[in-house]
C-alpha cells in the first residue's frame, strides 16, 4: 500500500471553475470521454510532501497570496 501524502494545490476562482465546468460539458456531449473526480475542484498539482509536514504546509498556504495567470491554450491528451 502507498504512503499517504499531502498535495499541494492551486485552485482556480469561481469564474474560472465554470468556465472549464463549461469546457467539460462540451468536450462529453461532443462524444470525448473522461472523468472529473467528484468534488474536487479543477486546479494544478503543484506537488506532494510527506504527511508528517502538515503543519508547515498549512502555514505556507495561508501565508501565500493568490496569483494571477492567463491560460492560452487547453490540450486534450490521450491515455
Avoid: V, W
Avoid at 468536450?27 to 479543477?42: E, N
Amino acid at each position: 500500500m502507498q504512503e499517504k501524502a499531502l498535495y499541494i494545490l492551486a485552485n482556480f476562482d469561481e469564474e474560472t471553475q465554470k468556465t472549464l465546468a463549461g469546457y467539460y460539458d462540451i468536450l462529453q456531449q461532443s462524444g470525448f470521454s473522461g472523468s472529473q473526480t467528484r468534488d474536487i475542484p479543477y486546479h494544478f498539482t503543484l506537488g506532494s510532501k510527506n504527511i508528517k509536514e502538515e503543519i508547515d504546509l498549512e502555514r505556507i498556504c495561508e501565508d501565500t497570496p493568490c496569483i494571477e495567470i492567463n491560460l492560452a491554450h487547453i490540450g486534450i491528451f490521450r491515455h
